[in-house]
């Protein structure tokens, strides 16, 4: 039956043949013929034709129910779509009726289904051809009756969708009964009753959507007079109730697409060839409609995505998709007219739109997010209170529940994992991506940074991916923020200031299962004592985080300004000490009650760990922080000079007498540095107006201060910037650097201030004196070795460490008394290495490593002997024979390192000892001889041949046996050391052993616990696998070869 009444609409429907096409004939001739002749034609067989007979059946009562239809007429246009209406309600009422029997109908029994066999198909399934045959049909009807029957302005003209809809238009009869606004009633209503089967209104709505929702706003909105009304009130209503149903049941943002159709474009459309104006303008009353239908569409759940996808689905992420999505963030930011109030339209809205903050798929997340984050900007400038209720509040709310948390309402978990990660990704991707600070937003994250800096501290200790948005989001703030406001933050963050909006204090951050962080409830501790040292600990932990993060402000001058802040806190209470004294002095405990004492204590208390906090701060600015961060500018230094120049200056008027050294030399030091500036080559009128803050302190200081020459200094700084230069003492530069060494002679300190001079550049800050080098130590020759030998037992550490690095040069030099003493200098080195001084030690390990390199015959024994056995001096400790065993190991490898060709020669007995010392009792030893061995097994090249078996028996058997991580991590390394050293060798050297240090790499790559060694074996795999690539794939090179034949 189905197939029957296709082959009656495909009659209906099909092209007219050529034969019956004249070529004199014009294309709406040709159509008006084609479609009277291919009427004829249905109506004919549908009588003669036996094969047809139900189809005429079903059609026929089809006609009998339809009130609509008016019989013969004159317009062959209109008689046609009748005839087409007919035959989709026939083939509607006959796949209802065949689908209705089908889902009645038992299942087939067991015996006839087996698992391999589909389930049956559903009787209103349509092949493609027969979709083809039903999509012409609707086609014909949409073409026919329904857009020539559209007011000017509602939907697409035919006119501007084909050459063949400009045809289509020119044929149609309007004058002719029934009027245009009934057959565009009939047509839709047909349309809408075949669309109540599932499979046909796919076919239907997936094409002409917009058509069929034109033709419903026409009949039920548009505007009559009341003696022109095509319609009744009741059709007009079931209209208007029909496009409810319609738009309700269709995939939003497909309705939303097709209402910005109908919508229009501009009234003052563009040129004629552009995409907006094929739009056309559309009459005010469909505009005001469709604004309508998009605000219920956009208020509704789920509505502001529908919308979203409705502008951006098919986009490419283009520039053109960016502007998509700034205009539709516009949109959602503007409250619309036909919205009752805009409070309401902004509480069902923003929490959609932080929705589009969480799409996973990367476009389309790409795109929402930027439509979310543009509307949540909008919408903070144009509506900061709505924006702060509706939109702020609630995506900070993870942050303000770690502030406001209890033990009461929180027994375990306060704020899950999930929800405090997407808040800190939704406030990265609102205020850092966004990037657009206003006084709202800054505002909103300084009440929350403090949870955030306190998150980012944690993730600090370990691996999760909150660190790097934790610190994006801090470091924005202080960028953007103003100067007091981010030097107010530094203080809280830092402790110089109660801690406000942090988090709770019963509650504390732990890992969470997927990388997060979640806010659980702290576990009491008993031991007080602990309880403290992760207290003092933590605020430790918080200052080095947060000097790191200003160490990442290159660009800024926060943290000078912040260190400057501090100094002059700390001059504050410089003043301010005096008078606390001599408060404490006259305070009268005996007069006091219990409670005033107490308070009285507690207050001294609280200043005094204010000022430790502050000393703290500073301390850990000084030693993180580069000098040129902390004073990046000429005011900058300046302002420290002033600070430092300000607390020297308290007490002057004190009892004179000689002040504390230290400070004296701070003192002058600062003076030196404010000299230094004032000899650059040009100094801008700027700088001198700067610095005329020195002023008023140095007159104090060159009035008041003891020491005469720090007076003179003071007095001399201070007219050369008050007279911009003009005035220049010649003297200043040396009474700047005589400070430094008081009891020396005015000629001294002249021709060290003349040699300093040449070394630092002009505008520099003095920089902090280096440990004494080889290019600056004193000339060997000015001495005998005897003096130098006894200044090197010296117990001031720089004189004796200068006098090994002079007595390791003389050995390098071969100098004649260095080569006669040879056994005095070893054991002076022998000595030294068991110093507990880095300074010292470190000299007599390179001393060794020069004497075993010049010497090797004898000193290299005395060394193994040493190593294996422990130091061998009468003098020597016991109980640091490791540590000296350790340090002659250093000496041994450095050895090995300067032996070069000389490897196989030297290096068979360093290899037999090294061999041993993996079987040493204590682990540190056996790390050390592996690393030493690794070190020499990459110079031996062909004479590691003989013991290869010996040395691969060794390594493998300390992967597979030893239970320490640090030898089984120099094992393999020395493996990698191995076939480095080795490279394309390595099959040759290695051929018999090869296989067994591969497999020993595997195993530990598979089953060793501790990730160091197994890193280190899976680079020893690479570099196995680069050498037999090279092996079995040679390099081609091209080169000619000459072969004299005899």
């Known amino acids: 039956m189905t197939s029957e009444i296709l082959s009656a609409i495909n009659i209906l429907t099909q092209p007219l043949g050529a034969a019956e096409a004249s070529a004199q004939t014009s294309q709406q001739e040709a159509l008006h013929a084609a479609l009277g002749a291919n009427r004829s034609v249905l109506l004919e067989q549908l009588r003669s034709d036996g094969s047809l007979q139900r189809a005429a059946r079903l059609r026929d009562e089809a006609k009998g129910e339809a009130d609509w239809y ?134 239907v709505f997936s094409r002409h959507l917009g058509d069929v929702m034109a033709a419903l706003c026409q009949l039920g909105y548009e505007p009559h007079r009341e003696d022109r009304r ?170 303000h529940r770690c502030i406001t948390a209890s033990a009461e309402e929180h027994l375990h978990v306060a704020v899950e994992e999930l929800d405090l990660t997407r808040c800190v990704e939704d406030v990265y991707k609102i205020w850092v991506v966004g990037n657009s600070p206003s006084p709202t937003l800054l505002a909103a994250l300084q009440d929350v940074l403090p949870v955030i800096f306190t998150l980012f501290c944690f993730t600090k200790q370990s691996v999760s991916h909150l660190r790097a948005p934790c610190q994006e989001i801090l470091l924005w703030f202080l960028k953007l923020s103003e100067t007091s406001a981010a030097l107010s933050l530094l203080r809280q963050l830092s402790g110089l200031r109660e801690r406000r909006n942090d988090v709770a204090a019963a509650f504390h951050f732990t890992a969470g299962g997927d990388g997060g962080v979640r806010l659980v409830c702290r576990q009491t501790c008993s031991d007080e004592d602990e309880e403290l040292y992760k207290k003092l600990s933590g605020e430790q932990w918080r200052l080095e985080c947060l000097v790191q993060l200003l160490a990442q402000l290159t660009d800024s001058d926060l943290a000078g300004d912040f260190f400057l802040d501090l100094l002059q806190e700390l001059t504050g209470w410089a003043a301010a000490l005096d008078e606390e004294l001599k408060d404490e002095e006259e305070v009268d405990v005996a007069a006091m009650t219990l409670l005033e004492v107490e308070q009285q204590l507690l207050g001294g208390a609280e200043r005094r760990a204010e000022k430790l ?5 500073l301390a850990v600015m000084v030693e993180s922080l580069e000098q040129e961060q902390l004073l990046r500018k000429t005011s900058q230094v300046v302002d420290f000079m002033v600070s430092l120049l300000q607390r020297a200056c308290v007490g002057l008027d004190g009892a004179p007498g000689v002040g504390n050294p230290v400070e004296s030399q701070t003192l002058s030091m600062g003076m030196g540095l404010v000299a230094t500036l004032l000899s650059a080559p040009q100094i801008s009128a700027q700088d001198y107006s700067c610095m005329s803050k020195l002023l008023r302190p140095l007159e104090a200081l060159s009035q008041q201060h003891p020491d005469v020459v720090v007076q003179e200094l003071a007095s ?56 004494p080098s080889s290019s600056g130590d004193p000339d060997p020759s000015n001495k005998p070795l005897s003096d130098w030998l006894l200044e090197a037992c010296d117990p001031d550490v720089p004189t004796r460490a200068v006098a090994l690095r002079v007595v390791t040069r003389m050995v390098q030099r071969r100098h004649p008394e260095a080569v006669q003493a040879q056994q005095k200098v070893l054991t002076l080195f022998l000595e030294n290495l068991e110093h507990e001084d880095s300074f010292v030690y470190l000299s007599a390990i390179q001393g060794l490593a020069v004497l075993a390199d010049s010497y090797p015959g004898q000193i290299l024994e005395r060394l193994l002997q040493d190593f294996q056995r422990g130091p061998s001096l009468p003098s020597s400790k016991q109980e640091r024979s490791l540590e000296t065993r350790l340090k002659v190991g250093e000496v041994l490898m450095r050895a090995s390192r300067a032996m070069g060709e000389l490897a196989p020669h030297l290096g068979r007995p360093l290899l037999s000892v090294f061999l041993q010392g993996t079987r040493d009792p204590d682990q540190s030893v056996r790390a050390s001889s592996l690393s030493n061995l690794g070190e020499l097994c990459q110079r031996l090249d062909y004479s590691l041949g003989p013991l290869a078996q010996e040395l691969s028996s060794c390594l493998t058997a300390l992967i597979k046996t030893e239970r320490e991580a640090e030898v089984r991590r120099a094992t393999v390394h020395v493996i990698a050391q191995l076939l480095r050293g080795l490279s394309d060798k390595t099959t040759q050297v290695l051929s018999d052993v090869l296989l067994d240090l591969y497999r020993a790499l595997k195993l530990v790559v598979r089953s060793d616990p501790d990730p160091a060694a197994v890193l280190h074996a899976q680079l020893a795999l690479e570099e196995l696998d680069h050498v037999m690539r090279r092996f079995v794939f040679p390099e081609q090179k091209l080169e000619k070869k000459i072969v004299v034949l005899p």
């Open 70 to 203: 008016g019989g013969e007429t004159d317009d062959v246009t209109w008689s046609f779509v009748q005839e087409c209406l007919l035959l989709l309600l026939a083939l509607t009422r006959h796949l209802t009726e065949e689908l209705k029997l089908f889902q009645e109908a038992p299942p087939p029994s067991g015996s006839l289904r087996t698992p391999e066999m589909a389930p049956p198909l559903p009787p209103d399934v349509l092949s493609v051809s027969q979709q083809k045959t039903v999509g012409a049909a609707l086609q014909f009807v949409v073409s026919l009756g329904v857009c020539p029957y559209l007011s000017a302005g509602v939907g697409v003209p035919l006119g501007r969708r084909s050459a063949f809809g400009a045809v289509v238009e020119k044929l149609i009869q309007r004058e002719t009964s029934p009027p245009a606004g009934r057959r565009l009633l009939t047509t839709t209503r047909v349309l809408l009753q075949v669309a109540e089967l599932a499979t046909l209104a796919t076919m």
């Open 230 to 399: 095509p319609l009744s009130t009741e059709e007009c209503r079931w209209c208007k109730e029909a496009l409810r149903n319609l738009l309700g049941k269709v995939y939003q943002p497909i309705v939303v697409k097709e209402l910005l159709v109908l919508q229009g474009g501009p009234k003052q459309s563009g040129p004629a060839g552009s995409s907006r104006a094929a739009l056309g303008s559309a009459p005010a009353w469909l505009r005001r409609l469709c604004g309508q239908l998009l605000s219920e569409r956009l208020m509704q759940p789920s509505g502001v995505q529908a919308v979203v996808r409705a502008v951006l689905e098919g986009g490419t992420g283009g520039d053109s998709d960016w502007r998509k999505c700034d205009a539709v963030a516009r949109i959602l930011a503007a409250c619309p007219q036909q919205s009752a109030s805009a409070d309401g339209y902004f509480r069902l809205v923003c929490p959609q739109i932080l929705d589009l903050l969480h799409f996973r798929d990367k476009l389309t997340a790409q795109q929402f997010q930027r439509v979310a984050t543009r509307a949540a900007l909008s919408m903070v400038q144009e509506r900061p209170a709505f924006a702060q209720q509706y939109l702020l509040a609630p995506l900070l709310a993870p942050l």
């Open 613 to 617: 906090t502050l000393l703290q701060a």
């Open 716 to 771: 001399n700084l201070r007219a050369v910037i008050a007279t911009h230069g003009a005035c220049r003492p010649e003297s200043l530069a040396d009474a700047a650097r005589c400070r430094g060494n008081p009891g020396e002679t005015t000629e001294n300190s002249k021709a060290k201030s003349e040699g300093r001079s040449q070394q630092t550049p002009a505008g520099r800050f003095p920089q902090r004196p280096s440990p």
